[in-house]
């Protein structure tokens, strides 16, 4: 008798401390972390007068806070937003004819803001480990675009980046360590294309389409109000 009311006692706690910890409509969760935009290593050709040059560049990645803010339509549906301090990204020249001798130089650097907002779709389960999947959409804007002092000598000038909208995609998880903070994790891909525009010798005749395509990883840390 006195086992089966200690099980029965235990069942009660467990299943209270888990109820007390799900999600629930109406909850908002604050996030802030380490976010890396990881770039695509794809080479992007650069058009001269509509040719395509022997050059391509590339577009490194980058690390910084990240935020994300989120409210729960019920225990399984979210509408999340992700936001960011400024990424700045250095963009490398690659010159596999050697044209200008200036393969692997720094070309200049972009700054660019990716918000998103995704629908989130929590996988119900009892456990502390809430994995969930998203699909959003994304506006990325570039600005503060600037070539180094060594691409200015060859004669290149007023580079601009168009702003981007795609998709986005995610997974992700939450540990819920108690019934406000968690630890959360996710990885998701954002479609951002831009096209680029530059001056040579003070004629408008260089472009290009940058495919950045970034793999985005969090680690943040949550707080559920």
């Given at each position: ?8 006692t ?9 109820f ?31 040719t ?7 577009v ?156 985005v ?9």
């Amino acid at each position: 008798m006195k086992k089966n009311i200690l099980t029965l006692t235990l069942c009660t706690i467990l299943s209270t401390s888990t109820f007390a910890a799900d999600y629930q409509s109406g909850d908002i969760v604050v996030r802030g972390g380490i976010t890396n935009v990881n770039a695509s290593s794809d080479h992007t050709s650069i058009l001269l007068n509509n040719t395509d040059s022997s050059m391509t560049l590339t577009v490194d990645d980058n690390s910084q806070l990240g935020l994300n803010f989120l409210y729960f339509y019920s225990t399984n549906i979210a509408i999340e937003v992700l936001a960011a301090t400024p990424f700045t990204h250095d963009v490398t020249i690659h010159d596999k004819n050697a044209v200008l001798n200036v393969d692997g130089a720094k070309l200049g650097e972009v700054t660019q803001l990716p918000p998103t907002i995704s629908v989130l779709y929590y996988i119900e389960n009892q456990s502390a480990f809430k994995p969930y999947v998203g699909l959003g959409v994304n506006y990325t804007i570039f600005f503060d675009e600037q070539f180094e002092d060594a691409p200015k000598s060859l004669g290149l000038s007023n580079l601009e980046l168009d702003a981007s909208f795609g998709l986005s995609y995610q997974l992700g998880v939450d540990y819920l360590i108690n019934d406000n903070f968690h630890i959360n994790a996710s990885a998701r891909y954002i479609d951002i294309s831009t096209d680029a525009t530059f001056d040579v010798g003070g004629e408008s005749i260089g472009k290009a389409t940058i495919d950045v395509d970034p793999m985005v990883y969090s680690i943040m840390l949550g707080y559920k109000f």
